[in-house]
C-alpha cells in the first residue's frame, strides 16, 4: 500500500481550503427582549411549519395502522 504525501486530493483533484465562518448577527427586536439578553437570530419560516404539519396526520394514519397490523 503506497502511501502520497502530495497535497491533491483523491483523483488528483487539488485540496479546497474550507471558508471562514460567518458570524451570526442578531436581527432587530423589542428593546424588553434585548434588555433580557433575548436576541432573534432567525425570523420563523412558515413554509416550513406548514409542511410539517401536513405530513403530522398521515404520519399518525400509517402508524395506526402499524399497530393494527394491516401494513
Same mark, same amino acid.
Given at each position: 500500500?503506497?502511501?502520497?504525501?502530495?497535497?491533491?486530493?483523491?483523483?488528483?483533484? $487539488?485540496? /479546497?481550503?474550507?471558508?471562514?465562518?460567518?458570524?451570526?448577527?442578531?436581527?432587530?427586536?423589542?428593546?424588553? *427582549? @434585548?434588555?433580557?439578553?433575548?436576541?432573534?437570530?432567525?425570523? $420563523?419560516? /412558515?413554509?416550513?411549519?406548514?409542511?410539517?404539519?401536513?405530513?403530522?396526520?398521515?404520519?399518525?394514519?400509517? *402508524? @395506526?395502522?402499524?399497530?393494527?397490523g394491516i401494513v
Amino acid at each position: 500500500m503506497a502511501s502520497s504525501s502530495s497535497s491533491s486530493g483523491t483523483n488528483g483533484n $487539488s485540496l /479546497v481550503s474550507p471558508t471562514p465562518l460567518t458570524p451570526v448577527v442578531a436581527l432587530p427586536t423589542a428593546d424588553t *427582549e @434585548a434588555t433580557i439578553g433575548l436576541a432573534k437570530v432567525a425570523d $420563523s419560516d /412558515v413554509d416550513a411549519f406548514s409542511t410539517y404539519a401536513a405530513i403530522v396526520p398521515e404520519f399518525c394514519r400509517l *402508524e @395506526a395502522m402499524l399497530i393494527k397490523g394491516i401494513v
